[in-house]
């Protein structure tokens, strides 16, 4: 029987799994953004107790940076291969909210197939799983060539 | 801003002892008293740095330091702030002393930490972003400091050789320091066949979270030419300043910057600005400095902070390196002490160990790792959650 998906915690992400977004929060009627929306800051450009609009952010942006981690991270992360397997981390700075955003970058790509500045695209991924359930997260995704030029 | 006077410092040596802290924190204590020729009972104020790894105690530090030395009735307070905790510890005493309020106080900091990765509170605590980031991305403190590193790389064509220069540069400036964690000199190869932690970071790239304490005496100026203290070294500038909002620089332990994209971002970044208003404070600038103690969380973070102090352009700090300007012996070294890599880390009471260090070099005290002539120094430093800390010490 398939496993149920389910997200590794609430309310930060879509489940869409061609098309997921990242759950973030708006200061109404300004360009200001925070990720996730439930430890929001603050714009203090703003008077007084902000309107926060819970949004989708935008799903691309480039590069900021990257590394891994070759050693597995210590709890709360949950190693999910025997041996640990390396991961890619990246850092991506969206298009329309100007703001860089942590992930994992999906299984196949390391820093040598990485720099600054490519073209980046949200993903949704296995986090890691237990009998019953798939523990999702978003992972970032290098766009391909060709999806870039018929952007 | 008022200057205050630096009588005495002291430090347990860094380590991995196992011991209590409160015991590291005590021994600089009396090191730092008896260095002042100050008696502990004159003292009107403790302020000491937390540790939030060795439970309560760590929590109270100034009374614990206070309790361990025998209370005398003094004022106390305690000081969070990660990293910086030990410069915002030196602030509370500064503005105690320049209020009138004390003559005499005694900042201390200790920390006993265990080995490996430092990892969140245990528990399922998703308000929690430090905890957030470990769950969700599997972000070690090291994964920080190796986008850091790749960003320069990528950007300026730092090189992995550049970075293990940092580490072998600051371990021969170690090999004279007998308080340090590491006294062993480190060639290029040491560090080229150490394993990777963080692409492009290895293992004697990154800082070695140690056990030490380090305290420090200071008084208002009257009080010091009042004892015998005629000339000296002197608090000129502390910066503890939080970032300016949109704060575009990832950083610990955040899983998102602030967003770009309806506010302009301020042109001094967050980390610049450390530098900048401790500066400001004291009335000097990059070009005054002999000497500086910068937070190499990493090899490759030192060589930001050469930028982010102003000591050069950005991308320009591998030159630096390379030419030799950040070696004793140099224009302007960096890192006497050994630094984070080889003095190592002890998180709460590292930045009084800054301090400590470029005291010993203002006064001519530091023996075979002596930056001759140095009359200004200056201390960089960075943690989690917006804080930092520079302090401005002059002669």
Redesign the interface.
Known sequence: MAKTRVP???G?FTMDPDDPHLI?AKIAG???????C??A?????VAGPAQLEEVELSSRGTV????????P??????VNTDPYQP?T?A?V?LH?????????VVEGY??DDL???QEMKLALDV?YEDDDNEYM?WKWRPTDPIESELR | MDEIAILGVGMHPWGKWGRNFVEYGTHAAHEALADAGVDWNDVGFVSGAITVRCGYPGYVSGSTFARALGFNGSQVSSSYAACASGATALQVARGQILSGACDVAIVVGADTTPKGFLAPNAGDRPDDMDWLRFHLVGATNPVYFGLHARRRMDLYGATTDDFAMVKVKNSRHSVHNERARFTKEYGLDDVRNSPVVSNPLRLLDICATSDGGAAIVVSSMDYAKAHGHSDPVRVAGISTVTPTYPDTMIDLPYLATDSGAGTPEPEVGFKESIGHSAYAEAGLGPDDVDVAEVYDLSSALELDWYEQLGFCASGDAEKLLRDGVTTIGGRLPVNPSGGLGAFGEAVPAQALAQVCELTWQLRGEAGARQVEGARVGVTANQGLFGHGSSVVVRR
């Open positions: 590794a915690v609430e930060m973030g300004r360009d200001s953004y925070f990720f996730p439930h430890l800051g603050g714009d203090p450009g900021w940076s990257y590394t891994t981690s070759d050693y991270p210590p709890p709360p992360f949950v991961i981390v850092a700075q329309t909210e100007k703001m860089v955003i942590l992930g994992q390391g820093p720099h600054v500045g986090l997260v």
